[in-house]
């Protein structure tokens, strides 16, 4: 019986379960220091001066340094910006100076003892401020505050305003898409040990092999003396893929005291300085007709970068919601442009879904939109624009984006059985009927994502997420297997998903199969995860692997049973002759003879039961799926709850249906989460007042809903396993859903929009108006 497809419980678990996950600041090195940061606490000012005589004298300080005492100054992979604020701060958090102790008691006194004279700037905290006439500069050198921009082709203006021209219907809409915080488990965390011939990093992040090569490159170290180690990582959600200052001194301040350096983030500074996501705004067009066909879409975005891009990702995100936003829907004539804006603000970066949750809240609250102004019900909307199955590969038009598979229909046709809709839309009206019952809404939302990051040259500038990934599968003597890959796994359950696709190839069991990654002295090079990446490409990479190991295993398991390598099969871990099973050669004697040059016939080389492949895409997968969520809002508090949501996603094959699960169910509460509790928070002055779980409202289990799940299946054409990825699909479709269940149950007071997070209080003021007036 095939492995893949059937519910396997995550390898990975035990340790973590029982205590025994070994994360960053769990590495002790005898000697290790501890690093602190002196940060600004002003958005925008001039530093006149800053005085480290304090800190220096405090007994058990080793080190105080600012960006004067660094040979190399600028910060890898930001855009305008130096590892430590030179003469000027941007964003309330931005390191100023640096302190090493003997512990962390004394580093952050130390740090307490730092004095920073600030001259305050006039400074912008929204994009409205930044691109308003006169606007204080964020980067006075580019003599603007945008600092990236795609405007909209003429070509695709003129054929959109002749669409538009020719529509029967317009409607316009704007919203925002707010900023979030990835809120890890484990903020960031580094140990760099630099001994006397090589340096050695553990780090919490999801590329080490990248991490590496960028700091050989900054500190000039040659990367075989230059090792980075990813021990488990409490959570990434994309904000780990970033070069942040504490990467590079940590090492270099190790090297100059000879000694272990080690710093670990408070909950605090992650959520100052950590790269939060999203924090979008969008003005929208859409023209249509009055049997609710979409004729034509205009899309702008600003995008709110904060202070120092996060390169390449911060342009990425604008760039994949613009090719994303058609979504599931075949729209003539579309036309989509952005423009990236600065403001003094923690730089902006990626999370979870990456410029796809906004492009699908985009297409989603269009649909309903248009469902509104004609008075169709939203599923019928969404079958009436639908790309047709006979049209895919299908090219939007607007962009050089080929969508590999899908059916549509099918989903949200699954998602309204599960559903029960007709039911659903009775007990609605029964609810929104009777005063003393909660307010009920149902929103929809079928969206389709880009994954499988990425095929070569459709990335050009975003070398680091493309286009390959690796793997390396090596036969031991006794028979078993371990696999090495490039892939870096930070909760997926990677190390289960690659057993169980080389337990079928190599007719093994997968209890006999380990898997190693994150250690880029161990493990061939790779570019890591993120994108939805490791199931089409490192799944991939580890099939492959298997495939050669395992024909060369039949011609050594041929040669010992006197046979023809094409007249075997392995059943039970046991080569055999088929049809013939009284004479069997165990995996065990195989690996043995793989090693043993006088087992092996002339042609086969010892060690020829290891392989190494690094697969590359032949293009982007397209994970779609349709979602239904129920809500229940309380009259008299405004307070939403999610009473149900229904999943139906289509991710083609499906590896292991129990890890596809958990990764909706988590993606679906982070979406949740969007629609009705996070929100990063800046006052006037640049203060972050979301800084703290007790001020940055997090989901809890009691939070989380009923979630009833189902699936579809259209394979990719662009890997043999034909899997298109999950990781993120939760995130893409399930805040719309919420948001458009919220308007639909406050439809019966002239609601057609509603702003993120929604809170009760914003709730209820709604109610309240409408019952006053």
Not at 82 to 89: E, N, P, S
Not at 237 to 253: D, R, S
Not at 264 to 281: K, L, N, P, W, Y
Request: with cysteine.
């Amino acid at each position: 019986m095939s492995m893949v497809g059937t519910r396997v419980i995550r390898k990975e678990d035990p340790n973590l379960i029982t205590g025994r996950g070994l994360f960053t600041d769990d590495v002790s090195i005898m000697g290790t220091t501890i690093m602190a940061f002196v940060r600004s606490t002003e958005a925008h000012a001039d530093i006149v001066s800053v005085d480290l005589a304090e800190a220096r004298a405090l007994p058990g300080v080793l080190v105080v340094i600012t960006v004067d005492d660094l040979e190399t100054q600028e910060l890898p992979g930001a855009f305008m910006r130096t590892v430590l604020a030179k003469d000027r701060v941007r964003f309330v958090g931005e390191p100023i100076a640096v302190v090493v102790a003997e512990d962390r008691y004394i580093a952050a006194d130390a740090v307490e003892l730092v004095q920073v004279t600030y001259r305050p700037l006039p400074l912008v905290i929204t994009p409205v401020e930044a691109l308003a006439v006169g606007a204080p500069l964020v980067q006075e050198a580019l003599g603007t505050n945008v600092c990236f921009e795609v405007p909209w082709p003429q070509e695709q203006i003129d054929q959109v305003d002749r669409a538009f021209e020719a529509a029967p219907r317009q409607a316009s809409t704007t919203f925002h898409s707010q900023r979030v915080h990835p809120v890890p488990m484990e903020p960031s965390a580094i140990l760099a040990d630099w001994g006397p011939d090589k340096l050695t990093v553990w780090a919490s992040t999801q590329m080490p092999h990248g991490l590496r090569n960028c700091l050989s490159s900054f500190l000039g170290v040659p990367q075989h003396q230059c090792r980075v180690i990813q021990p488990d990582v409490g959570g990434g959600f994309g904000a780990k893929v970033q070069q942040y200052p504490e990467l590079f001194l940590a090492p270099i301040l190790s090297k100059r005291l000879g000694r272990p350096v080690k710093y670990v983030q408070t909950r605090t500074e992650c959520f100052a300085i950590m790269c939060s996501g999203r924090d979008q705004h969008h003005e929208i067009d859409v023209a249509f007709d009055d049997d609710g066909h979409i004729l034509g879409l205009r899309s702008l975005i600003h995008a709110d970068l904060g202070a120092y891009p996060d390169l390449p990702n911060s342009f990425g995100m604008p760039t994949l919601t613009n090719w994303m936003s058609s979504g599931c829907y075949k729209i003539p004539a579309i036309v989509a442009g952005y423009k990236c804006v600065l403001t003094n603000k923690t730089p902006q970066s990626a999370y979870r879904g990456a410029g796809r949750p906004e492009a699908s809240f985009l297409a989603e609250r269009v649909v309903d939109l248009i469902a509104d102004e004609t008075g169709i019900d939203p599923a019928e909307v969404r079958l009436r624009n639908f790309i047709p199955t006979d049209e895919f590969p299908y090219k939007v038009p607007h962009a050089e984006v080929y969508y590999d598979s899908g059916n549509y229909p099918l989903s949200l046709h699954e998602a309204l059985r599960l559903c029960d809709y007709e039911n659903l839309k009775v007990e609605r009206d029964r609810r929104n009927a009777d005063a003393s019952e909660k307010l009920m809404g149902i929103g929809f939302s079928t969206w389709v994502e880009i994954a499988a990051f990425g095929p070569r040259g459709a990335l050009e500038g975003f070398g680091h997420i493309g286009s390959y990934e690796s793997a390396q599968v090596k036969i031991q003597p006794d028979g078993t297997a371990i696999i090495a890959t490039g892939a870096s796994p930070h909760g997926q359950g990677t190390h289960t998903t690659l057993a169980m696709i080389a337990a079928d190839e190599l007719h093994m069991s997968i209890d006999n199969i380990t898997v190693r990654s994150g250690d880029t002295d161990t493990t061939p090079q790779g570019v890591g995860t993120m994108g939805s990446r490791t199931a089409a490409i490192a799944g991939e990479a580890t099939k492959q692997a298997s495939i050669k190991v395992f024909q060369n295993a039949c011609k050594i398991a041929a040669h010992m049973l006197e046979a023809n390598p094409d007249d075997l099969e392995c059943v039970d871990g046991l080569f055999q002759v088929k049809g013939v099973p009284s004479k069997t050669i165990p995996w065990s004697q195989v690996g043995w003879a793989g090693l043993s040059p006088t087992l092996l016939p002339d042609d086969i080389p010892a060690g020829c039961l290891e392989s190494t492949v690094f697969a590359e895409p032949t293009g982007f997968t397209y994970p779609a799926g349709a979602y239904v969520c129920v809500v229940g809002i309380d009259r008299d508090t405004g307070h939403v709850e999610v009473e149900k949501f229904y999943s139906v996603d289509d991710c083609g094959t499906v590896i292991n249906p129990l890890l596809a699960e958990g990764q909706v169910q988590g993606g679906i509460i982070q979406g949740i989460a969007q629609a009705l509790f996070e929100e990063m928070v800046w006052d006037s002055a640049g203060q972050p007042l979301t800084t703290t779980l007790m001020d940055y409202l997090a989901p809890a289990a009691s939070d989380v809903p009923s979630i009833i799940d189902g699936r579809t299946n259209t394979p990719t054409p662009h890997n043999s396993l034909g899997a298109k990825g999950i990781g993120e699909s939760g995130t893409i479709g399930s805040t719309p859903a919420v948001v458009n269940a919220v308007v639909n149950a406050l439809a019966q007071y002239g609601v057609k929009n509603i702003a993120m997070p929604i809170s009760p209080q914003r709730v209820w003021r709604i109610l309240n108006q409408a019952q006053g007036a």
